[in-house]
């Protein structure tokens, strides 16, 4: 028998680990580890997106794949951290505040990242055998095709999929609207991969279309 919710017990817990995932997803890290490193402002280059890909472009490897990482880590901490705290309700919320606070950061007049980063980071908290899956697709695409975007593009939109006939029903849902969130964040990039003017993997900056990350 379902039990209704007291909404007036449960709510300041759901918006508290809604507004915890934000916050935690809205460190800039991309554009904190540039300025810690010298280099330019990484608002000023490439996309000026804040993501490692955008990183990537200062010619810093290691900073882009550090970028990378501390995206994707914050998305794992935010869900593990609301799970810790009240259960797999909290961990969803947290998770959604972590992906918007990274592409929609207050501190930067929401003009964040594209979110694929913190997206396979919490995919890792939720189901790590999906994690492996979409990387998997990930790398596939862009070895076949050598664009990122549309290996990313490809791989989330998989993602809802394997994790609904994977039995993580809740879970699909969830990633399903971060799927579509990560698409309208690409909205550029799949234009110009319609166009022939997406940049792909390795290609000089200089290129046309070269504004992808």
Do not use: C
């Not at 396979?120 to 939720?126: K, R, S, Y």
């Not at 990122?148 to 490809?154: G, R």
């Not at 609207?177 to 309208?184: C, E, F, I, K, R």
């Amino acid at each position: 028998m379902l039990h209704p919710i007291n909404w007036s017990l449960v709510l300041p817990y759901y918006l508290g680990a809604f507004a915890v995932g934000y916050l935690l997803g809205s460190i800039p890290f991309g554009l904190i580890i540039t300025r810690l490193a010298g280099t330019q402002d990484l608002r000023s280059i490439g996309s000026g997106n804040i993501g490692a890909t955008n990183v990537l472009r200062t010619g810093r490897k290691g900073l882009a794949a550090l970028t990378l990482i501390l995206d994707a880590l914050k998305g794992t901490a935010a869900a593990w951290l609301g799970y810790w705290y009240g259960g797999q309700d909290l961990a969803v919320l947290a998770a959604l505040g972590a992906f918007l606070g990274h592409t929609f950061p207050v501190w930067l007049m929401f003009k964040g990242g594209k979110g694929v980063a913190t997206f396979l980071g919490l995919l890792i908290f939720f189901a790590w055998p999906i994690a492996l899956a979409f990387a998997a697709i990930w790398l596939a695409v862009a070895f076949l095709t050598r664009y990122s975007s549309l290996s990313a593009l490809v791989a989330s939109a998989a993602t809802p999929v394997l994790l609904w006939f994977d039995a993580y029903l809740q879970e699909a849902q969830l990633f399903a609207l971060l799927a579509v969130l990560l698409w309208l964040k690409h909205s550029g990039n799949i234009v110009r991969l319609v166009k022939g003017t997406e940049t792909k993997i390795g290609q000089n900056r200089s290129a046309p279309g070269h504004q992808q990350g």
